[in-house]
């Protein structure tokens, strides 16, 4: 009889150990879902971050060319250093062919 209740007793700590081990490794496996899905969803995020800051620098980029440019050819229809030339169509020929040359380098 003795033998049969610290057998049963046994078995039972053994099963409740089993059973707390099972738990404890099923908690630390949700855990370490729960830290790899937040690294994940952190990693899209700063990919998400860094595309729309590249694209945000490039509107920006395009914007500053864009208006230098504009600048450029309005100052070439009072460009000062073509007045040698006769007519004024010749000073817009000529400026507008040096602010050509000057879009080619900046935007090749």
């Known amino acids: 009889m003795y033998y049969k209740r610290m057998s049963q007793a046994a078995v039972l700590i053994q099963s409740q150990f089993r059973s707390y081990y099972a738990q404890k490794r099923f908690r630390r496996s949700r855990e370490a879902a729960t830290i790899i899905q937040n690294r994940y969803r952190a990693y899209k995020e700063h990919e998400r971050y860094k595309r729309s800051r590249s694209a945000a620098v490039i509107i ?9 440019f504009c600048s450029l050819i309005m100052s070439a229809f009072t460009c000062t250093s073509c ?5 004024p169509q010749q000073q817009r020929g000529v400026c507008i062919a040096l602010l050509f040359g000057l879009f080619v380098c900046l935007f090749v």
């Open 60 to 68: 920006q980029q395009r914007f500053r060319s864009v208006t230098f």
């Open 83 to 87: 007045y040698y030339l006769e007519s």
